[in-house]
Every structure is written in C-alpha cells, then in structure tokens.
C-alpha cells in the first residue's frame, strides 16, 4: 500500500507522518473554498451552463477513481441504446497524449489509440459498438460534434458530476459501496472532490461494488440517498463475467483461473479490489505488479512482468481488460498474459433506474 493509499483510503484516522498532515489539512481547506465559490457560481446563473439540445445522462463521483464508474456508464449506455437511441459517450480522455478534442469511436470503428484517445474511452469504445466516443476537455464542444457530425440523440457525459458547464437531465453519482468515502476528506488531505452533501445535486446514487460492502454500511448508505435524492440507490455487484486473452479476442472461461498461480499486473486506482476478485475466482496470487492509475507501461516493464510467468514464478500473468488496452502488440499477444473482465451487474434499483432513464429522455422528445 503507497502512502497515499494509506492516507486516503483507510476510515479510521492516519496517525504516520503527522508533519505530512499538517500542510495537507490547510491545503485541503483551500480546495474546499475554492469548490464552494465555484458551486455557488453555477448555483446562482453567475457561470454558464451550456445546452447540448438533447438527453444528457452525466455519470461522476465523488471520490477521485476507483468507484466502479466505467462500468456503470457502460451499463447505462447499453441501456439507452437498447431503448433505440444514438448514444454517444463524451469523456475526458484521462491519460491520453493529446488533449483536443477527437473522435475516439465513430460508431463504427475505434479510430484512436488507448495513448492517443485515454484508456477508459478506448475500452467503452471496444465494448460498445454502435456507440460513438469522443473525449477532450471542453464537453460542450464536444457535444456539438457528437450532434451534429455523428447524429446522436443522447448524450453519456463520463465523469461529469463536477464538469458543470454542460447542462444535464440526469445526474448519476456513483460510490463505492464498500469504502464510498475513504478518510472524508476533501483533496489534497482525502480522495474526495466534494462532500457528502453535495449529493443534493444528484438525480440518481448508484452503489457499486456492494459485494465488498457490510450491511451496516449498506443501510447507511441507502439512507443517505434517500435524504440527498429522495429515493433508493440503483445497487450493482462488480462481477466477473469472463477471461480472455491478451489480445480481447479468444473467451478462455473463468473456471480456468481456479487452481492457477498467477502474477497480477495493474495500473488502477484501487488495485486491492482487483486482487480480492482473482483469489475469489481461485487462483493463487504469487506476486503484485502495481502501477499508478492509467500508467503508460513501458516496454521494459512489460517485459520484466511477462518475463517472469513460468518456471514457478506464475503460471500466468492477469490483468484488467482497462489495462489491457494500454498495452502494446508484443505484450498483448504474449501467451502468458490473460485479462479479466469485469461489468456491473444491477441487483437492485432496475426500475428506479429505468424510471430516471425515461425521465430524462421524454424531456425531449417532439411533441
């Protein structure tokens, strides 16, 4: 666990290094003036908000990474297709080398590089088709690309809860349900961009990850949702659903993972996570290669990692499939590497989230 992980992730206080706390707190309170003056901006009409004039279905967090929000805005972007509409998904491209505003997916074809388009926008993309993505900084704008030179009908704003200078019809915020907070604290001192409280502004709670959850912390939860949205969170299980190889092509079976010793290679934000899914699939966990969240892996290391599968160092190496994309040819095709996938499974909610779904798309429809 990095030190940063230790400071923000653990509930109970952290007590190591208090000369570190000390400048993290007063930075931490400015952080929080600075989001109070720019909330109270939007609040009042004294910032602009633009309008996209179709559906916009903003998914975000509170908390930065982690909280199972890729998933979940795949889930709901199937979702609004199989209601027939032309979603396109608008994303910041975290990550990714350039910063203007492109078109990742055009529906039809991924057209950009996990380096080029951002890790998470390559993967929706992939697993999406017929949906295009487009990620850049400015979402108005690349909303006006995705209406007028893409024909979509709906708008999917990825990590948008705080990106509020697009207007939306629908507000999904996702926590993970099993640690939705960390220390409480606001960055620099915390994970968290904004309060609790700021769930006022949602339309939706969505609880990912409730396997990891205690049912204490789930019925504390659910409560809190009801006060801030004034109805019950949509609840979603992080379940593995398959194995594939390097490349994302060949379906291997999960059942191949009981019985195996593995090397884990990631660069996500909470790794544990990921670690706690292998071993309940039943493999045995040999060796941790942890990377930071969207970390360009390099050559070198890739070869260190995959070098090391075999003679009773690991039978293979697994991965994310949101890792996977980062990797390079040599490495995705390299007969050791498998990759896991994982969706977000709705075990609770399902009407309450196909009620706001419908709610934010009558609203334009022609009369």
């Known amino acids: 666990m990095s030190l940063v992980d230790a400071i923000w992730w653990r509930e109970r206080p952290f007590f190591g290094r208090p000369a570190l706390l000390l400048p993290l707190s007063v930075a931490e309170w400015g952080f929080r003036g600075v989001a109070a003056i720019r909330s109270a901006l939007y609040a009042g009409g004294h910032l602009r908000t633009h309008r996209a004039g179709a559906p916009v279905v903003s998914i975000g967090n509170l908390a930065v990474g982690g909280a199972g929000k890729t998933p979940v805005a795949m889930t709901v972007a199937a979702r609004l297709v199989a209601r027939g509409r032309r979603v396109a998904v608008l994303s910041r491209g975290y990550g990714a080398t350039r910063s203007d505003a492109r078109v990742v997916s055009d529906g039809a074809r991924v057209l950009l590089s996990a380096a080029e388009g951002g890790d998470e926008a390559v993967l929706v993309a992939r697993r999406l088709p017929g949906v295009a993505v487009l990620c850049g900084p400015r979402r108005a704008e690349l909303a006006r690309l995705a209406r007028g030179s893409l024909g979509a009908d709906v708008l999917l704003l990825d990590d948008g809860f705080q990106h509020r200078a697009l207007a939306r019809d629908l507000d999904v915020v996702v926590l993970d349900a099993a640690n939705p907070f960390g220390n409480g604290h606001l960055l620099p001192r915390g994970p ?9 502004r949602a339309g939706l709670v969505w609880l990912s990850r409730v396997e990891g959850a205690t049912p204490e912390g789930l019925d504390r939860l659910r409560a809190l949702a009801q006060e801030a949205t004034g109805h019950e969170p949509v609840e979603s299980r992080h379940e593995p659903v398959e194995l594939l190889d390097g490349a994302l092509r060949a379906a291997l079976g999960l059942e191949g993972l009981r ?3 593995v090397r884990l290679l990631s660069g996500i934000a909470r790794p544990v996570a990921f670690r706690r899914t292998v071993e309940a699939l039943g493999a045995t966990i040999v ?6 969240d969207h970390h360009r892996f390099q050559p070198r290391e890739l070869r260190d990692v995959l070098g090391a599968a075999g003679d009773g160092a690991g039978d293979w190496v697994v991965t994310t499939e949101k890792d996977a994309v980062r990797l390079g040819p040599d490495a995705a095709d390299h007969p050791a590497l498998r ?3 994982i969706e977000a499974r709705v075990v ?3 009407e309450i989230l196909a009620r706001a779904l419908d709610a934010a798309l009558t609203r334009f429809l022609p009369v």
């Open 287 to 292: 060796a941790e290669h942890r990377f930071a």
């Open 192 to 200: 968290n961009r904004e309060p609790p409280h700021a769930l006022r």
């Open 259 to 261: 019985g195996r010793r």
């Open 348 to 350: 609770r909610g399902e």
């Open 339 to 341: 990759v896991l996938r």
